[in-house]
């Protein structure tokens, strides 16, 4: 007996709630870190709300930041932050360690993280670190 696929890394790893629970858990995890902390506003509530609607679409949810903010255009947007090889390993630790947090399957864990590293290492825009 086989499963049905799931139809999107958004469902498989349990959509909405799963989401809100990973950025919840990991923009305090970066304000902490020395090397990309300091990129961030003390206010983080807006860039974790944005980064919210920005993973449902990414990992193929509904279109939220399209919906409200046009084309991500991510690369762009992160153009006036200085993003090393070294920032970009840092914020996928991060990633990592928030999905240890909220007890993320290793298997979920793994694909996650193989995702996010395209975006992260294509956004390095500067030499050294
Ligand atoms: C590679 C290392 C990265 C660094 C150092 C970094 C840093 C930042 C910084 C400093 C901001 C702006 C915060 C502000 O509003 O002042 C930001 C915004 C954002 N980042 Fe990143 N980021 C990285 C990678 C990523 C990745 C991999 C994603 C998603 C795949 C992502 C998604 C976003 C989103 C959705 C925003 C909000 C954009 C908006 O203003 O609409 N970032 N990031």
């Not at 919906?67 to 690369?75: Q, V």
Request: aromatic share 12%.
């Amino acid at each position: 007996m086989t499963e049905r696929p799931p139809e999107s890394l958004y469902e498989w790893i349990g959509g909405e709630e799963t989401i809100r629970k990973m950025v919840e858990a990991f923009y305090p995890i970066v304000q902490q870190n020395p090397q990309i902390g300091p990129l961030f506003p003390e206010d983080i509530e807006p860039v974790q709300d944005k980064q919210f609607l920005f993973l449902t679409q990414f990992f193929g949810g509904p279109p939220l930041y399209s919906n409200a903010y046009g084309h991500p255009m991510m690369r762009a947007r992160h153009l006036p932050f200085p993003i090393t090889k070294e920032r970009a390993d840092a914020w996928l630790g991060c990633m990592k360690q928030a999905l240890e947090q909220i007890g993320m399957e290793d298997k979920k864990k793994k694909m996650i993280l193989e995702r996010l590293s395209a975006p992260a290492y294509h956004f390095i825009n500067r030499d050294g670190s």
